[in-house]
């Protein structure tokens, strides 16, 4: 199985920062691997999928990178509405797995 | 617009049973795979299950093998969990949601529905 690492688990941050989330795969998934936003109560919404094409209606701050093993999901600025958790999954076999998520909160 | 709401969830015994239903709109669910996600509460995501479009192929995490099935009706457009065998540990929020049309990465979500095995 392949397994996904994904750091920090939790940052903090303000208003206006860059933001960078890192995964880190077990194994070379090539460029399968997607971004999700969770707020509490909600559903994830993806943001990016294949590793860096961003999901329609997402905001250009948002933007993926990476291939093989070491991907990153950076947000240029963040926004008040950022803040939530964000979670990486990677669909190159199964089973499909989700990094551990990282919560970004308020400085 | 695109839209799946789950149903089903509810409160049951340990070594019980459940069947959680997903209903899709807004696109023809046959060409899409689709996939069942949980959350146990205050817990990360984990995969559970996923479908093909035409219902032949079907994958199971390794905690719910042997216990849970998935199976889809395209004519009603509807995806099914059933879940025998419940242990507490399949306490969560069970999320339904639809494959993006190039593999088996999801793309939209439901609102989720929630077990609770409890005695």
């Known amino acids: 199985d392949i397994q996904m690492t994904q750091s920090p688990s939790s940052l903090s941050a303000s208003v206006g920062d860059r933001v960078t989330i890192t995964c880190r795969a077990s194994?070379?998934?090539?460029?399968?691997l997607g971004w999700y936003q969770q707020k509490p109560g909600e559903a994830p919404k993806r943001l990016i999928y294949?590793?860096?094409s961003l999901q329609s209606g997402v905001p250009s701050r948002f933007s993926g990178s990476g291939s093989g093993t070491e991907f990153t999901l950076t947000i240029s600025s963040l926004q008040p509405e950022d803040f939530a958790t964000y979670y990486c999954l990677h669909h190159n076999s199964f089973p499909l797995t989700f990094g551990g998520g990282t919560k970004v909160e308020i400085k | 617009e695109v839209q799946m709401v789950e149903s089903g969830g509810g409160l049951v015994q340990p070594g019980g049973s459940l069947r959680l239903s997903c209903a899709a709109s807004?696109?023809?669910?046959?060409?899409?795979?689709m996939t069942w996600v949980r959350q146990a509460a205050g817990k990360g995501l984990e995969w559970v299950s996923s479908i093909g479009g035409d219902g032949t192929e079907t994958l199971y995490a390794d905690s719910v093998k042997g216990r849970f099935t998935i199976s889809r009706d395209n004519s009603k457009n509807t995806v099914h969990l059933q879940m025998n065998s419940l242990r507490a540990e399949d306490t969560a929020v069970y999320y339904c949601?639809?494959?993006?049309?190039?593999?088996?990465?999801?793309?939209?979500w439901g609102q989720g529905t929630l077990v609770t095995v409890s005695s």
């Open positions: 294949a590793a860096s």
């Open positions: 949601a639809k494959g993006d049309g190039r593999g088996w990465l999801c793309d939209y």
């Open positions: 807004g696109f023809t669910s046959s060409n899409y795979a």
């Open positions: 194994q070379g998934i090539r460029n399968d």
